[in-house]
């Protein structure tokens, strides 16, 4: 059974920067896609960024250029930098792992987090 395990949400300025991580255990991380989601309660879950095991990583379009992921396989963890943080940023974020190829699609994920939340004022 794969279990994740989100760290380093909290509160920060808009502008500001914030690194959550990922702990990823009871499965070969390496062997899986890995990736971060975000949900605020008035909207559907977002897809935010994933990266598969050669380390190729993608983001969704309101982000790029702002958060970069990243994964260690050998600690089996997931981490995601994010800068120039937006009050729209405000979501609780989630890690998310499915086998083998990466998808934005959230349903396509079968493991997840319990989430961590992240704030950002104006």
């Known amino acids: 059974q794969v279990q994740l395990v989100e760290s380093g949400g909290g509160a920060v300025q808009a502008g500001g920067s914030l690194t959550l991580s990922c702990s990823v255990s009871?499965?070969?991380?390496?062997?899986?896609?890995l990736a971060w989601f975000r949900q605020d309660p008035r909207k559907e879950r977002e897809w935010v960024a994933s990266?598969?095991?050669?380390?190729?990583?993608s983001y969704a379009d309101s982000v790029k250029g702002r958060f970069t992921i990243s994964r260690d396989n050998a600690k089996n963890t997931l981490s995601l930098q994010m800068n120039s943080l937006k009050p729209e940023d405000t979501a609780i974020y989630y890690c998310?792992?499915?086998?083998?190829?990466?998808?934005?699609?959230?349903?396509?994920?079968?493991?997840w987090g319990q989430g961590t939340q992240v704030t950002v004022s104006s």
């Open positions: 998310a792992a499915r086998p083998l190829y990466c998808t934005s699609a959230s349903r396509a994920f079968p493991y």
């Open positions: 009871g499965a070969t991380s390496g062997t899986f896609c």
């Open positions: 990266i598969s095991r050669p380390g190729s990583p």
